[in-house]
């Protein structure tokens, strides 16, 4: 049974930094690609970032290109958001996710995805 659990959500000013994690069990974690999605309200749900099974290669959509980063460390079954110079614009549930495919990478696709966290709320106060 594959369980991913967020934290490291919260409330920032525009212009702070948060940074989240997602600990994953239930699948061989160094396999596969993980991804972040958020969801703002009234707004479909997105693909902020995401990353190969090894950490190698990451994608970023355009909107946090260059403010966040996405990492892993596989040792500990857990990927990690690092958001910096934040707007308001990125107030949302952020979900991470795991892909549905062992050991390869559609990068930015968001349709590979099968199991999402229960989400952490960032909210960015102007």
């Known amino acids: 049974q594959v369980q991913l659990v967020e934290s490291g959500g919260g409330l920032v000013q525009a212009g702070g930094s948060l940074r989240l994690s997602c600990t994953a069990s239930?699948?061989?974690?160094?396999?596969?690609?993980m991804g972040w999605f958020r969801q703002a309200p009234g707004k479909e749900r997105e693909l902020a970032a995401d990353?190969?099974?090894?950490?190698?290669?990451?994608f970023y959509t355009d909107s946090v290109k260059g403010r966040f980063t996405i990492s892993r460390d596989n040792a500990k079954n857990t990927v990690y958001l690092q958001m910096n110079s934040q707007k308001p614009e990125d107030t949302a549930v952020y979900y991470c996710?795991?892909?549905?495919?062992?050991?390869?990478?559609?990068?930015?696709?968001?349709?590979?995805?099968?199991?999402w966290g229960q989400g952490t709320q960032v909210t960015v106060s102007s």
């Open positions: 990353i190969n099974w090894s950490g190698s290669s990451t």
């Open positions: 996710a795991v892909y549905g495919y062992i050991n390869r990478w559609w990068p930015g696709d968001p349709s590979r995805y099968d199991y």
């Open positions: 239930g699948r061989t974690f160094s396999s596969y690609a």
